[in-house]
């Protein structure tokens, strides 16, 4: 069994930071891709940034230089640290994860619950 549990959402003014984390925990032997994706109301899910294992990073153009992605390895956790936030990044964000299990031995794609972001004064 592989989870992924965030934390990190919130309520935040415009031009706010707020820092989203996301751990993955279960039957992991390896992780590859991690990423970040949102959903806004009556849209559909999409991509926000990625980082592969070995540190390339991916963003979506309208975060470019807001947004950073990490992660840590050895913790199986990923970072989304969101800067100046705009009105228009209000949705709910999903951690990504793909995730070779020990139980399977097979590669998988998971996601965490989600957690909501909200941008306003």
């Known amino acids: 069994q592989v989870q992924l549990v965030e934390s990190g959402g919130g309520l935040v003014q415009p031009g706010g930071s707020l820092r989203l984390s996301c751990a993955a925990s279960?039957?992991?032997?390896?992780?590859?891709?991690m990423g970040w994706y949102l959903q806004a109301p009556g849209k559909q899910r999409e991509l926000v940034a990625g980082?592969?294992?070995?540190?390339?990073?991916d963003y979506e153009e309208s975060v470019k230089g807001r947004f950073t992605i990490s992660r840590d390895n050895a913790k199986n956790t990923v970072y989304l640290q969101m800067n100046s936030l705009k009105p228009e990044d209000t949705a709910v964000y999903y951690c990504?994860?793909?995730?070779?299990?020990?139980?399977?031995?097979?590669?998988?794609?998971?996601w965490g619950q989600g957690t909501q972001v909200t941008v306003s004064s």
């Open positions: 980082i592969a294992r070995g540190g390339n990073t």
């Open positions: 990504h994860a793909q995730i070779l299990s020990s139980a399977t031995v097979t590669w998988n794609n998971y």
């Open positions: 279960g039957s992991i032997l390896r992780i590859n891709t």
